[in-house]
């Protein structure tokens, strides 16, 4: 049964996940480091990639925050284990009529086009290369990922790419760096009361920088 976000930037989302177990995400503190980020980059954008989308709540937040801000939009959610993508199609079932056009792949995305496994350079032309949110969790494939997505190092695009070893910051950013784009990096930041959230330590994000004005 979908599980509403009440609070947040995924205000408004509903998806399928198991609410005991998911209480920051219900109340808009799951990653909570990203949330005034994903604020502004949801007014600037129209459509959204989700590579490694797991359980859906970044896919089906979005689908919530394009709808706040009056677009319906296309979303991908890439996914490459098989309950995960059933999970993910039950929330797709749940959601509004005029909710985004959300597509479904279960596939791995890397440098490379192979069996089970695609890249982001590989999405056809209905995928404009601009004004697109793309979100990054790969546990350890971040490079691998990037270097399948050079089409998409535009400044009018908003990354943020989950970061699993520390080794991989600097050579994250300087591959942005050469485009003439900046990455910031965001650690964990343990929440009043709540504490840290229960993740390992070598863990970060690197977001786009939205300081200057859209593209």
């Not at 959610?77 to 079932?93: D, G, I, M, T, Y």
Request: some cysteine; proline content about 5%; charged content about 25%.
């Amino acid at each position: 049964m979908p599980t509403r976000v009440w609070r947040g930037p995924f205000r408004g989302a509903r998806i399928v996940m198991n609410p005991r177990h998911s209480l920051r995400k219900v109340f808009g503190l799951y990653e909570h480091e990203l949330n005034g980020w994903l604020e502004v980059a949801f007014g600037r954008i129209d459509r959204v990639i989700d590579v490694g989308a797991n359980d859906g709540y970044f896919t089906f937040g979005c689908v919530a925050a394009l709808r706040r801000h009056g677009r319906r939009g296309k979303i991908v959610a890439f996914e490459p284990e098989k309950r995960p993508v059933q999970e993910l199609r039950e929330s797709l079932r749940a959601q509004k009529e005029n909710a985004a056009q959300v597509e479904i792949v279960q596939a791995f995305v890397g440098r490379e086009v192979k069996p089970d496994m695609t890249t982001l350079d590989a999405l056809g032309s209905e995928w404009p290369r601009t004004n697109t949110l793309i979100k990054v969790d790969v546990e350890g494939a971040e490079l691998e990922v990037i270097a399948g997505a050079q089409s998409w190092l535009h400044a009018s695009n908003a990354f943020v790419i989950e970061v699993h070893h520390r080794s991989f910051l600097k050579p994250l950013q300087n591959t942005f760096s050469q485009h003439g784009l900046r990455l910031n990096q965001v650690n964990q930041r343990a929440l009043p009361l709540l504490g840290r959230e229960n993740r390992d330590e070598e863990n970060w994000w690197l977001v786009s920088d939205l300081s200057g004005p859209a593209q």
